[in-house]
C-alpha cells in the first residue's frame, strides 16, 4: 500500500513533533525536507531533531555531507524518492518533513529538474558581480530573466539565484519553464502546520534563544576550527552568519541575536510563498486547533481510503 504523507509548514510551527507523534502512531519513519539538516556538524543553527528523538523513529536524509560539499536540488529529489520507495518496500509509513518548499514540492510534484551541470566560470562571475554591487543586484537580473523563480526565491539565497541563471544561461530558457512535473504514482497526503504571525515569531525568538543558549556560539567556532569558512554557503545560512560576524568583532551578540530572530522571520514570510494557505492540496491546522488529534485523523481517514480503494480494485 504504497503512500506518501507531508508535513510541511514555517519554521518553528512544530512540524517535527508533529511528525514524531504520527511515525510512532502509524510505524512510520521520517524523510527530512529542510535544506539546512542535510550538512554533519550543524546541529544547533539547523534545530536537529534530537538524539532521544533520533533513537524514537527512524529519521533520513540527516547529515549526509559536510559542510564544504556541494549539493543540489536533483541530488536531494532523487535521494528522497529513492527513500520514500525504500520505507514504502518495508511496508512502513514514509513522513516527509520540512520546510524547504523547493525540497517538498520536487518531490511531491516530481519536478523533471534540469541537468545542467555547473559551469564554474559563470558562476564566478556573478559571485564577483555580488561582491561588488551586492547581492540584490544578482536578484534584480533573475527578476527580469524569470519573474516566476524570483518570486520563489529568497533574495538573499545567493546560491540559488546564481543557479536559477545558470540554468537560463545554459538553456536559454527561465528555470521556471523547465519545472516540468511528474508527480509520484502514489496518493499523497499533505498536512500543513500554520499559526498566527505574532505568535509564530515569538515561537522563532524563544528558539532563537534557547540556540545560543545550546550553544550555537561552540557550534560556530568548532566549524571554523574545522575550516569550514564563513564563505561557504552552508555557513551563510540563517544564525551561523550573524554568529560569524560576532566572532569577527564586527557586531555584538545582542545585535547578533536581533538579527537571527528578524531574518528568520523574514523567512517564515517567504515560506509562505511556497505554502499558500489557499492551496486545496493541504490540510491546514492552526494553534486554535486539537493539532495532535486532528493530524491523527487526517491519516486514520487517508489510510482507510487507500484500502478501501484496492480492497474494490481487487473485488473488480
Known sequence: MKCLVAVIGPTAVGKSQLALNLAQDFDGEIVNADSRQVYRHMDVGTAKPSNAELSLVKHHLIDIINPDESFS???????????IENIQQRHKLPLLVGGSGLYVWSVIEGWQ?????PDTEFRHSLEMKAKKEGGYALYQELQKADPVAATKIMP??????????????ATGQPVSQL?????PPYPILIIGLTMQRDNLYRRIDSRVDKMIKQGLMEEVKALTAKSYGPDLPSMSGIGYKQINMFIQGKINLTTATQQIKNET?????HQYAWFHLNDVRIHWLNEYDDIQEEAHNLVTSFLAGIRDKQVNHELH
Open 265 to 269: 522571520h523574514r523567512f517564515a514570510r
Open 156 to 169: 538573499t539565497n545567493l546560491r540559488r539565484i546564481i543557479r536559477a541563471l545558470e540554468i537560463r544561461q
Open 73 to 83: 536540488l536533483a541530488i536531494y529529489q532523487k535521494l528522497a524518492l529513492e527513500t
Open 179 to 183: 519545472w516540468q512535473k511528474k508527480p
Open 113 to 117: 529538474i534540469p541537468p545542467v551541470a
